[in-house]
């Protein structure tokens, strides 16, 4: 293969969106019940990964 058929093979082509539009949509998501419940399920997600504290153990009785 020559160079410049090696450039040609590995090109990127790129997608351009447009950002109005794109922060109209995140709006739209952000504002909906499921995100809310997203929110909510990342904090009992949390929960469930924080560190657990020891128990103190009872004093004995002398």
Same mark, same amino acid.
């Given at each position: ?7 040609? *093979? #590995? ?11 794109? +922060?109209?949509?995140? /709006?739209?998501? %952000?504002? @909906?019940? *499921? #995100? ?11 929960? +469930?990964?924080?560190? /657990?504290?020891? %128990?103190? @153990?009872?004093?004995a009785e002398k």
């Amino acid at each position: 293969m020559s160079e410049t058929n090696q450039t040609d *093979a #590995f090109q990127l082509n790129g997608v351009r969106y447009s950002l109005p539009q794109l +922060l109209r949509e995140v /709006k739209l998501e %952000r504002e @909906a019940p *499921a #995100f809310a419940m997203e929110k909510l399920d990342q904090v009992e997600i949390g929960k +469930l990964f924080s560190k /657990k504290r020891p %128990r103190r @153990a009872l004093k004995a009785e002398k």
